[in-house]
């Protein structure tokens, strides 16, 4: 009789994805071995907004896995409920000058049962009392279910969990190619040597097109740079997510926030050997702008800031699971990581160790770009 052997694989991509996935591939009994080209959570993930939510519009499949997505975290909200890098506190946002936008969105999101509601600048302080009623227009929407998480807070927990369950973690182990015979993924080959494997998961953030293209697989990438701040720690009151037109702001664990936006993109410039410059001042107005949001004086103050590319593929949906032509080869390319990493991981993992398409990720195949 046969002796059935662990299966192994080799995961590409130290972000809360590629750890998420790594982690639920050994509660399945996997061998796991996790490379990243530089240290965890280095790249994308250490500079997300990571706002939990499906607000706005978006295809059917895509809003019900990001509801799945909120669900895992509520689970784990529940199971620990004084974690201070994982709150459900609600969202706000609002448009410029835009009543029949905002009125539209509501509308929509109603229809699709997600918890929305129209605040004006009278009862705003229903969703959030540390929100100034004056730097809202005439209406704004509040969703008490969404929430926000710390990525690498998060990241280190799932990490912690992947090494007691014997799982390998391989840091800067530099760029690193999928290795094929015979037109099937049977490992990788990094700076450090090779890895043999059975299967082998892609979850390189905005890289993971160009580590795909290789193998004869083209991922359209929309990837833009971004940029992440963190203040000083101050008395900062506010609970819920903020997106309003020139400000983004989560509260962050430590009495800090976290902010980012799009509108200083193109102030972002990009040095000869890869890394990013912005100067100070438009940093500093983009804690100008999110100071304008709150109610009293103390304006808020910059501790640091990371920037980076943000992963969003061609189209804007989700690429996951295994490439056709390249059995054995699955990859996890997507923007709202933060929203999906938890049940992008455990899909995944069920994808791999059973081999059977999982339906929720069925519409997400790289193969819709061929």
């Known amino acids: 009789m046969a002796v059935k052997t662990e299966m192994k694989v080799v995961v590409l991509g130290g972000g809360v994805i590629g750890v998420s996935t790594a982690l639920e591939l050994t509660k399945r009994g996997t061998a796991v071995t996790l490379v990243t080209e530089a240290a965890l959570c280095s790249g994308a993930s250490g500079r997300s907004l990571s706002w939990l939510n499906s607000a706005g519009e978006r295809s059917r499949p895509y809003h019900a896995l990001r509801m799945a997505g909120i669900d895992r975290y509520r689970t784990l909200f529940a199971q620990q409920p004084t974690l201070d890098w994982l709150r459900?506190?609600?969202?706000?946002?609002?448009?410029?000058?835009?009543?029949?936008?905002?009125?539209?969105?509501?509308?929509?999101?109603?229809?699709?049962?997600?918890?929305?509601?129209?605040?004006?600048?009278?009862?705003?302080?229903?969703?959030?009392?540390?929100?100034?009623?004056?730097?809202?227009?005439?209406?704004?929407?509040?969703?008490?279910?969404?929430?926000?998480?710390?990525?690498?807070?998060?990241?280190?927990?799932?990490?912690?969990?992947?090494?007691?369950?014997?799982?390998?973690?391989?840091?800067?182990?530099?760029?690193?190619?999928?290795?094929?015979?015979?037109?099937?993924?049977?490992?990788?080959?990094?700076?450090?040597?090779?890895?043999?494997?059975d299967a082998v998961v892609v979850a390189c953030g905005p890289?993971?097109?160009?580590?795909?293209?290789?193998?004869?697989?083209?991922?359209?990438?929309?990837?833009?740079?971004?940029?992440?701040?963190?203040?000083?720690?101050?008395k900062h009151e506010l609970k819920a997510v903020l997106n309003t037109p020139r400000a983004a702001i989560r509260p962050n664990p430590g009495n800090r926030y976290a902010l980012d936006h799009d509108w200083y993109e193109a102030d972002i410039q990009k040095l000869a050997g890869g890394d990013y410059h912005i100067d100070k001042q438009v940093v500093a107005k983009l804690a100008e702008e999110a100071s304008q949001l709150l109610r009293g004086d103390e304006p808020l103050s910059v501790q640091s800031w990371k920037i980076g590319l943000?992963?969003?593929?061609?189209?804007?949906?989700?690429?996951?699971?295994?490439?056709?032509?390249?059995?054995?080869?699955y990859v996890a390319f997507t923007h709202s990581g933060a929203t999906l990493a938890l049940i992008v991981g455990e899909l995944l993992a069920e994808e791999i160790v059973s081999g059977e398409k999982h339906p929720m990720l069925a519409s997400f195949g790289a193969e819709r770009f061929s």
Not at 96 to 103: F, I
Not at 141 to 169: A, C, D, K, M, T
Not at 211 to 223: C, E, K, M, R
Not at 310 to 329: A, F, H, S, W, Y
């Open 88 to 197: 459900f506190d609600g969202g706000v946002c609002w448009f410029s000058n835009d009543a029949a936008g905002t009125q539209a969105r509501h509308a929509y999101e109603k229809a699709h049962g997600y918890d929305s509601q129209l605040m004006t600048p009278d009862n705003v302080a229903q969703a959030d009392a540390t929100i100034d009623p004056d730097a809202l227009p005439s209406q704004a929407i509040f969703n008490p279910g969404e929430g926000w998480v710390s990525l690498p807070h998060l990241s280190e927990y799932l990490v912690n969990q992947f090494r007691v369950r014997g799982g390998e973690v391989i840091e800067h182990a530099g760029k690193a190619s999928v290795i094929t015979v015979n037109g099937r993924a049977c490992g990788i080959r990094s700076e450090l040597g090779e890895l043999q494997a």
């Open 207 to 234: 890289w993971t097109p160009d580590v795909i293209a290789p193998l004869g697989v083209t991922i359209p990438n929309g990837s833009p740079v971004s940029m992440l701040v963190i203040t000083e720690p101050g």
């Open 310 to 329: 943000k992963p969003i593929p061609g189209d804007g949906d989700p690429v996951l699971g295994q490439l056709q032509k390249v059995p054995g080869c």
